[in-house]
């Protein structure tokens, strides 16, 4: 497990203001015909052969941090959003810890934990997340967000 810097995005144009920015991954600064949600990419981790990817859409005031989980081939094998309507997030603080564990801050004021998973694991879509955290609908993971966030104050 380690940082790499050889991974990259380029911004894509949005048709209206309102739209969510989307970046294409490049390698080396060549394109990975791979197209992501996000406009800054804040962290890249190789573990083994995937890419743990940590990117943000360049939003101060309502900021969401995106995980993004890919394999060799740069396909999307899992993937969370980390963030609530009105909270202002900035990623800091990333230490990874080998073998398999990524701990972070972002918001709630809390250290975040993410842990990589050699197979996909069964999940209870409706009860398996961290206040904060959302994912697609599904029964799988290859990864695990735990933290304990607490509410924002004005």
């Keep these: 497990m380690h940082l790499t810097n050889s991974l990259s995005l380029a911004r894509r144009p949005q048709e209206t203001e309102d739209d969510q920015p989307l970046s294409e991954l490049l390698l080396d600064g060549k394109p990975s015909g791979q197209i992501l949600k996000g ?3 804040e962290a890249a981790v190789q573990w083994h ?3 743990l ?3 943000t859409d360049d939003v101060p005031y ?5 995980i993004v989980l890919l394999d060799e ?3 999307v094998l899992d993937e969370a959003e980390l963030g609530a309507a ?5 990623f800091s603080d990333l230490a990874l810890l080998p073998p398999d564990l990524v701990r ?4 709630g004021g809390t250290d975040w934990t993410l842990r990589l998973f050699d197979q996909p694991q069964f999940r209870f879509p409706w009860v398996s997340e961290p206040r904060g955290v959302s994912r697609r609908f599904g029964f799988g993971r290859h ?3 735990g933290g304990d966030p607490q509410p924002e104050r004005t």
């Design 143 to 145: 990864f695990v967000i």
């Design 53 to 55: 990817l940590f990117l």
């Design 73 to 75: 081939q740069w396909q």
């Design 39 to 41: 406009a800054v990419l």
């Design 86 to 90: 009105y909270a202002s997030g900035s």
């Design 62 to 66: 309502e900021e969401a941090l995106r």
């Design 49 to 51: 052969a995937h890419h």
């Design 104 to 107: 972070f801050r972002f918001i």
